[in-house]
T-cell receptor, first 118, second 110 residues
């Protein structure tokens, strides 16, 4: 099956610093990648949708200048949390699919990245 | 706004019993409904999906039922095993995006 990896799996940083999280599709080309955030004991909330070579589409309430998303290739998307604060501590999960995002097809999820901001 | 929700936040069962996890949704325009399993510290794992024009779909030990009249979705797990212990989320696909429900914690006791 299709595999999506994330790096790092865990990261601890100081308040005010920036953190970059990578999401890679290992054995397929990801036309579309999605970034989710999950707080403890809560559901996944979609942050943004990114298509290779174009700007990401952010969900309402998600600050695009704080959460920078780059989808420069068909196998890599990055999420950069800029000027991180303790309230940004969360589990960040990416997913990817290899088809037209407007048509349903299975999204393949990464293992997640646990971000802790001190 | 539109949302997907769950009736039961926790469910405890004995090993070997059948489990039923429920989900209510409000967006009648959704094309697909999907069930995911998430173990602690991991990403969601696809279990089964169902298209909006179907009312039942079976997989290995799992069955998804869709009742569009009352906007209700359920996941049935047969002969539940300790390895089934996890959080289960329903999600709906519409407009190119997945919207997740709140999740049910399933605990299976040996």
């Amino acid at each position: 099956g299709a595999v999506v990896s994330q790096h790092p799996s865990r990261v601890i940083c100081k308040s005010g610093t920036s953190v970059k999280i990578e999401c890679r599709s290992l054995d397929f080309q990801a036309t579309t990648m999605f970034w989710y955030r999950q707080f403890p004991k809560q559901s996944l909330m979609l942050m943004a949708t990114s298509n290779e070579g174009s700007k990401a589409t952010y969900e309402q309430g998600v600050e695009k200048d704080k959460f920078l998303i780059n989808h420069a290739s068909l196998t890599l998307s990055t999420l950069t949390v800029t000027s991180a604060h303790p309230e940004d501590s969360s589990f960040y999960i990416c997913s990817a699919n290899d088809w037209d995002a407007q048509s349903y097809n299975e999204q393949f999820f990464g293992p997640g990245t646990r971000l802790t901001v001190l | 706004g539109e949302s997907v929700g769950l009736h039961l936040p926790t469910l405890s069962v004995q090993e070997g019993d059948n489990s039923i996890i429920n989900c209510a949704y409000s967006n009648s325009a959704s094309d697909y409904f999907i069930w995911y399993k998430q173990e602690s510290g991991k990403g969601p794992q696809f279990i089964i999906d169902i298209r909006s024009n179907m009312d039942k779909r079976q997989g290995q030990r799992v069955t998804v039922l869709l009742n569009k009249t009352v906007k209700h979705l359920s996941l049935q797990i047969a002969a539940t095993q300790p390895g089934d212990s996890a959080v289960y989320f329903c999600a709906e696909f519409t407009g190119g995006k997945l919207t997740f429900g709140q999740g049910t914690i399933l605990t299976v006791h040996p």
